[in-house]
């Protein structure tokens, strides 16, 4: 079986070329710079994420505020009695699982901070070294870590890959058809310019996750309306080759 060719740095070059033409056409689509949507900080900001897994946004809103309401520290959520945390955080999915983990979580952070649980120090950490120490928490992946840093009020320039971002992704032939959400992370923050600020970071995340949203649909991607469909393969194929702009 012959050996799969590996890419050069001029397929490589095409990529980043193609990923900026894409990010500039969603943009413009979907109305960037896009707004940040919450003012958390780091830590809570974590916690927030790590109840949305599996969980629709209303319902990991609730508990999220919820668990605010009931406890006035994370401190306190963690030495908390589980069963009231989980009574707590009972909007979400599998509250039974999430209040262990979390009460998990803030005590392996407190261990380490050897104080009180924050996550502040984070923002004096190169993004590579503050993704490090946030993934080395057991169950924290490449999109938590990413969005615990983009999206709190620590502003830095990590990229979360979502399912839409993912599809959207795979589909324009930015990263092959085998690779995985958490693997996609660094392919897909290796095509970005090096030098982004966290502002141009969230719009593109935010345009492919709206595009994924709003026109490239898990079922039935509406290619025909698409301002991407000449540089996506997929979409091309569908269409039978017909490349409509
Ligand atoms: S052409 Fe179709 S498959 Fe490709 S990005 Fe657009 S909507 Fe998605």
Request: glycine content about 6%.
């Given at each position: 079986m012959p050996a799969s060719p590996t890419p050069t740095l001029a397929d490589f070059a095409t990529l980043q070329a193609k990923a900026l033409l894409v990010h500039e056409r969603l943009c413009a689509q979907y109305g960037a710079p896009f707004r940040f949507f919450n003012e958390l900080d780091a830590l809570s900001e974590l916690i927030s994420s790590l109840l949305s897994h599996r969980t629709k946004n209303a319902d990991s809103h609730r508990a999220y505020q919820q668990l605010r309401a009931r406890f006035p520290t994370w401190d306190a959520v963690r030495d908390a009695p589980t069963a009231e945390v989980e009574a707590a955080i009972s909007p979400c999915t599998w509250p039974e699982q999430k209040a262990p983990r979390l009460q998990a979580v803030l005590r392996e952070i407190g261990e380490r901070c050897g104080g009180p649980c924050t996550l502040d120090f984070l923002a004096d950490m190169p993004v590579a070294e503050a993704r490090a120490w946030l993934e080395s928490i057991s169950g924290v992946g490449p999109k938590t870590s990413a969005a615990t840093l983009l999206f709190?009020?620590?502003?830095?320039?990590a990229m979360p890959v979502d399912s839409h971002h993912h599809r959207v992704a795979q589909r324009l032939g930015l990263i092959g058809p085998k690779v995985g959400e958490g693997p996609a992370h660094k392919l897909l923050e290796a095509l970005?310019?090096?030098?982004?600020d966290a502002q141009q970071v969230y719009d593109h995340h935010e345009a492919f996750m709206y595009h994924g949203q709003k026109c490239c649909y898990f079922h039935t991607p509406a290619c025909g309306r698409c301002v991407v469909l000449d540089q996506c393969p997929f979409g091309q194929a569908r269409l039978g080759g017909v490349v409509k702009l």
């Amino acid at each position: 079986m012959p050996a799969s060719p590996t890419p050069t740095l001029a397929d490589f070059a095409t990529l980043q070329a193609k990923a900026l033409l894409v990010h500039e056409r969603l943009c413009a689509q979907y109305g960037a710079p896009f707004r940040f949507f919450n003012e958390l900080d780091a830590l809570s900001e974590l916690i927030s994420s790590l109840l949305s897994h599996r969980t629709k946004n209303a319902d990991s809103h609730r508990a999220y505020q919820q668990l605010r309401a009931r406890f006035p520290t994370w401190d306190a959520v963690r030495d908390a009695p589980t069963a009231e945390v989980e009574a707590a955080i009972s909007p979400c999915t599998w509250p039974e699982q999430k209040a262990p983990r979390l009460q998990a979580v803030l005590r392996e952070i407190g261990e380490r901070c050897g104080g009180p649980c924050t996550l502040d120090f984070l923002a004096d950490m190169p993004v590579a070294e503050a993704r490090a120490w946030l993934e080395s928490i057991s169950g924290v992946g490449p999109k938590t870590s990413a969005a615990t840093l983009l999206f709190s009020t620590l502003r830095i320039a990590a990229m979360p890959v979502d399912s839409h971002h993912h599809r959207v992704a795979q589909r324009l032939g930015l990263i092959g058809p085998k690779v995985g959400e958490g693997p996609a992370h660094k392919l897909l923050e290796a095509l970005l310019p090096p030098d982004w600020d966290a502002q141009q970071v969230y719009d593109h995340h935010e345009a492919f996750m709206y595009h994924g949203q709003k026109c490239c649909y898990f079922h039935t991607p509406a290619c025909g309306r698409c301002v991407v469909l000449d540089q996506c393969p997929f979409g091309q194929a569908r269409l039978g080759g017909v490349v409509k702009l």
